[in-house]
């Protein structure tokens, strides 16, 4: 069964909506220059509203070791990091997940981590463009690796996507909003039950 991300919450009613329609993992971006940014002082009351078996991710940007350890502290269990030079994090002890591209020649950066955030390239936003990306392309990736599929997933076309992936997990953010870090219920709800519905051919 895929795995969902429900990505960008900023608000207490949103983690618990996701959560009680069923999501798997959960995402807050810690990356001051997104328009879905949360401080980390307020991790901790959003991650409170998880039940345990739904799992915070912290999303960041080039992080230093510090960030990521303050982020395990309050609660965050896995870290999403968007780095175009992936580095080693001394003291980090919660997983890490890579995000990564397409290109002509598979991905970038290319890291040979088992599981790998497939997103759409944009080196300003760094995520939640709302773009997809080519899924026969994702589909190649996903046939070596786990793959977390992100870009451009919504309720009415996350279905096609997971039929011609086959991912590990999707991963959505813009698709079930009706602003950046404002989600609507309804959406969520219809996203992960067509991820539910859903068929690979």
Known sequence: MTAIKICGITRRA??????????????FVLWPN?????????????VAAL????TPVGVFVNPS?????????????IAQIHSDAPAFLRGVTIPIV??????DQ??????????????AHDPVTKGGTGKTIDWQRASRIARS???????????????EAIATVN???????????????????????????????????
């Open 145 to 159: 690796r786990r793959v977390i599929l992100a870009g451009g997933l919504t309720p009415a076309n996350v279905a």
């Open 106 to 119: 598979g991905i970038e950066p290319d890291i040979p981590d088992e599981l790998v955030l497939l997103d």
């Open 98 to 103: 890579r995000a990564v591209h397409l290109t």
């Open 51 to 54: 039940p345990p078996a739904v």
């Open 34 to 46: 997104s328009p879905r940014a949360i401080g980390i002082d307020r991790v901790g009351d959003l």
């Open 65 to 77: 070791a510090d960030e990521v350890i303050a982020a395990a502290d309050a609660g965050i269990r």
């Open 167 to 201: 991912p590990f997990a999707v991963d959505v953010s813009s698709g079930v909003e009706t602003s950046p870090g404002i989600k609507d219920h309804a959406s969520i709800r219809a996203f992960i039950t067509a991820v539910r519905e859903s068929h690979v051919i």
């Open 14 to 27: 949103d983690a618990e909506a996701a959560a009680a329609c069923g999501a798997d993992f959960v995402g």
